[in-house]
């Protein structure tokens, strides 16, 4: 009897900055004193649970204004300058999880908005409307840079004025690409077009590694919330790699019956993704295989 293969991928789990985030409240749940975040750490049902049991207690952005005197986590999607201007009149104390990564692309937006700020000048962010990451970057502008998600939105802008093109950090690198040629298609010849790579590589050079990883298994199991837009664009690589991949949120998910009649089973997740969830997955088909 063949045995099946089942590998879980080392280069899927948490990024650097949900690592950081994570590690923060961890040390500060420690301490035994009140700790809230301003929104869920990570887009992961599962490790928003396991903080819970260990004391975090998850808030929105109404709450965060009712609170005073009170100490806040501020996880690593960053946020917009008005949040810290509500912590300084409410006395709150904030543990700053912001990724490195983000909080630079906040400082050189805010600057170019400072820089450039006549009717001729327009800053636009190619990312996912309404993200945590995006809100914060918009803003650094006051609210006046203009958001793209997709291609079909390039029409927000005006091309007889100057741009100035930044992205989301996780959002992909051939996205970008494709923003970036058609705006020089269309620009005015008059008007200036300057753009910024601001993708984050740590989750960039996941795509070329999760579409290997898809391309040499027979099924894969891609581990995620469903809440989390990295997790949904790598699903959407594994699927358009191996269309036998099936997106879990835990290993309750599983339907046992896919894993009969294949050789080879991967186990992979997103940045929002930790590792201990993967494993649970990994450890779980082991024992059906």
Same mark, same amino acid.
Request: charged content about 30%; aromatic content about 6%.
């Given at each position: 009897? $063949? ?68 100490? *806040? ?10 949040? %810290? ?12 999880? $912001? ?11 805010? @600057? ?5 700020? $006549?009717?001729?000048? @327009? ?6 409307? =309404? ?11 006051? =609210? ?23 992205? @989301? ?5 051939? =996205? ?19 753009? %910024?790579?601001?993708?984050?590589? @740590? ?19 891609? *581990? ?37 009649? *294949?050789?080879?089973? =991967? ?13 649970? *997955?990994?450890? %779980? ?5």
């Amino acid at each position: 009897m $063949t045995r099946v293969v089942v590998e879980m991928d080392e280069g899927s789990g948490f990024c650097f900055g949900v690592v950081n985030a994570i590690k923060k409240a961890e040390e500060e749940l420690a301490k035994g004193e009140t700790l809230y975040c301003l929104g869920d750490i990570v887009h992961n049902s599962r490790e928003v649970e396991r903080l819970k049991e260990l004391g975090l207690i998850t808030i929105n952005h109404d709450k965060f204004k009712e609170l005073h005197n009170a100490k *806040v986590l501020l996880r690593a999607h960053g946020e917009p300058p008005e949040t %810290y201007e509500t912590a300084r009149k409410n006395n709150i104390e904030i543990i700053d999880a $912001t990724c490195p990564v983000v909080l630079r692309l906040q400082k050189r937006i805010k @600057q170019e908005h400072l820089d450039n700020q $006549t009717e001729n000048d @327009q800053i636009a962010i190619y990312g996912k409307k =309404g993200h945590a990451e995006v809100l914060g970057l918009v803003g650094q502008t006051e =609210g006046k840079a203009i958001v793209i998600e997709n291609i079909d939105e390039i029409n927000k802008l005006d091309f007889s004025k100057n741009i100035w093109l930044y992205s @989301q950090t996780t959002k992909p690198l051939d =996205g970008f690409a494709t923003i970036i040629e058609e705006i020089k298609k269309r620009i005015s010849p008059q008007a200036t077009f300057e753009y %910024y790579d601001t993708i984050c590589r @740590q989750v960039a050079n996941r795509i070329p590694n999760i579409r290997k990883f898809a391309s040499t298994h027979d099924l894969i199991f891609f *581990v995620s919330g469903k809440k989390s837009s990295n997790g949904k664009m790598l699903f959407d690589e594994c699927r358009n790699i191996n269309p036998n991949s099936h997106l879990i949120e835990s290993k309750e998910d599983i339907d046992n019956s896919l894993l009969v009649g *294949v050789n080879s089973i =991967g186990v992979c997740g997103a940045t929002s993704t930790p590792k201990w969830l993967m494993e649970e *997955v990994y450890n %779980y088909i082991k024992s059906k295989v």
